[in-house]
């Protein structure tokens, strides 16, 4: 099995910054893609970041030059640098990895964490 465990969300003042973290772990061959997404209510879930195994990055509009992802290869971490947080980044953040698992090698799994509240907020 696969888990993905995420931590670092929480209540911050707009302007503020916020670090999420997610840990995968379990039966892993090669992670390819680990990302992160957000759901705000009566919203649907949407792409925040994304970084591939060789270090290329996409984000949404809404957050470039404020949200940076990373990853820790060896630790198969992925983050997510948020500054100057606004209201509008309030939501649950997901992290995503979509992975080759140990035994089945033909097929790329998504996998989901469960989720961490992000709320911006005076």
């Known amino acids: 099995q696969v888990q993905l465990v995420e931590s670092g969300g929480g209540l911050v003042q707009p302007g503020g910054s916020l670090r999420l973290s997610c840990a995968a772990s379990?039966?892993?061959?090669?992670?390819?893609?680990m990302g992160w997404y957000r759901q705000a209510p009566g919203k649907q879930r949407e792409l925040v970041a994304a970084i591939r195994s060789g270090g290329s990055t996409n984000y949404a509009d809404s957050v470039k030059g404020r949200f940076t992802i990373s990853r820790d290869n060896a630790k198969n971490t992925v983050y997510l640098q948020m500054n100057s947080l606004k209201p509008e980044d309030t939501a649950v953040y997901y992290c995503n990895a979509k992975l080759i698992r140990l035994g089945a090698y033909e097929v790329e799994i998504d996998y989901w964490g469960q989720g961490t509240q992000v709320t911006v907020s005076s």
């Open positions: 379990g039966s892993i061959f090669r992670i390819n893609t």
